[in-house]
């Protein structure tokens, strides 16, 4: 049994109150918030392991290596990776993609190559291909959408060519909630040796992640979006293409050996990952994945299709919505609109009455461009939400409304 209030006891932020009334947090997709059970492993990191790892011989190095490379581990076993070398620690999906754009597109990227993303992707799996395929003019190619929101995947075929060096594509978007055939989308791009990066930032919370049944060549998530810490990130990729890359940056820990004449590079995954890394993330991701796995991220699901059904139905009733993406597979977010209500005027006043969602672009200006639209309402649901936040969420929505 999925007890919800059980569950939500272990979240500080949700048992505070604002105003003295308990704060419904529907901003999921933005981040998440944080059990217990993580910020534990982040006092206890820095209150019995603190010390720089990798390079000490003292005993307080060792654990601290020990539990880093554990949580390497960990991270491995849930994404079903044939092996923990493939997994890097970076500081989010932002810099994995940037990793993977500039490092992978200084070995592939030459003139005339070209780049596969979609209409709905975030600003993060389009800036850093922009920025790392400059020199060579990379062309971005741009899947189109249907009706519903979903993915044209009949044109995405014919976008394949000699040229497409990658296709990058979000697992689930950010601003439609819609959930992309990922699977199938690689096997069409594998059929043509291309080889595809998969935006985890979302799916990463909402759905079961195997990078060896999708055989995704890179793929990236951040651990705050899986109610793990800020500031860390993973960017899962191919050994066999992760050995064919240059390091990304330079600094301690990446290298072999370093003289003025010649330096030589650390193997991976050490060979990605420049300066200290975050020892303390690493640990705190570690105890956030143990937190879903314990729950079981089907059973969240289901909870969150359950309670985002309850949102459309309730959002179904009021004049004037209109929804971003009909599509049926949705999980987790849902954009719209109401009458010509301003979104940010939306979002001011339901925060007014303790709800909080987003709104805005969404790091996703292209899509808005796409829908003609300055931005939208957007809420996210998480595994803590309950009917009684969809309903509060309702209930201040429609006294907005009145309020226009
Ligand atoms: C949040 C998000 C990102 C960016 O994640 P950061 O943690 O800001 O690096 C990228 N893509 C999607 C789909 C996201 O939801």
């Known amino acids: 049994m999925y007890n919800v209030k059980e569950i939500r006891q272990q979240f500080p932020l949700l048992n505070r109150l ?26 206890e990191s820095y209150s019995c392991y603190n010390a720089n790892i990798h390079r000490g011989v003292h005993y307080l190095s060792r654990m601290a290596t020990e539990r880093h490379e554990q949580a390497r581990q960990r991270i ?48 993060s799996n389009i800036v850093p291909w922009q920025l790392a395929g400059e020199q060579v003019g990379l062309k971005l190619r741009v899947i189109p959408l249907l009706e519903d929101g979903s993915l044209d995947l009949a044109t995405y075929e014919k976008l394949i060519s000699p040229q497409t060096a990658m296709v990058a594509i979000a697992g689930i978007s950010n601003v439609l909630g819609i959930v992309n055939p990922v699977k199938q989308m690689i096997e069409i791009a594998h059929r043509h040796k291309v080889p595809v990066l998969v935006d985890a930032a979302q799916m990463i919370a909402h759905s079961r992640v195997d990078v060896q049944d999708l055989d995704c060549d890179f793929l990236a998530f951040s651990a705050h979006k899986i109610y793990g810490p800020n500031g860390l990130g993973v960017l899962y990729g191919k050994k066999e293409l992760l050995e064919t890359m240059p390091p990304y940056q330079g600094g301690g820990e990446m290298i072999a050996k370093v003289s003025f004449d010649k330096t030589t590079y650390n193997e991976l995954p050490y060979k990605f990952e420049a300066g200290t890394p975050d020892y303390v993330g690493s640990v705190a991701l570690s105890a956030a994945l143990d937190f879903v796995e314990e729950l079981g991220i089907e059973s969240i699901a289901r909870h969150e299709a359950e309670l985002s059904h309850q949102i459309i139905e309730g959002l179904e009733q009021i004049k004037g919505i209109r929804f971003l993406g009909t599509s049926r597979e949705r999980a987790g977010v849902i ?26 672009h969404h790091c996703a200006q292209p899509l808005m461009d796409y829908f003609g639209l300055s931005g939208t309402v957007r809420v996210s649901v998480g595994l803590y939400n309950t009917e009684e936040d969809v309903q509060a969420f309702l209930k201040a929505i429609k006294r907005t409304v009145t309020m226009f």
């Open 335 to 360: 954009s719209f609109l109401i009458g010509d209500i301003h979104h940010y005027d939306m979002g001011m006043l339901l925060d007014q009455q303790g709800v909080a969602v987003r709104t805005g």
């Open 18 to 43: 604002v105003s003295g009334k308990p704060y419904i947090y529907m901003d999921n997709a933005a981040t998440t918030q944080k059990p217990q059970s993580v910020l534990d492993a982040i006092t």
């Open 76 to 123: 491995a076993t849930y994404l079903n990776a044939a092996d923990s070398s493939s997994i890097l620690f970076v500081r989010g999906t932002t810099e994995a993609i940037n990793l993977v754009a500039s490092s992978y597109g200084k070995e592939h990227f030459s003139p005339g190559s070209e780049l596969i993303l979609s209409t709905a992707e975030h600003h």
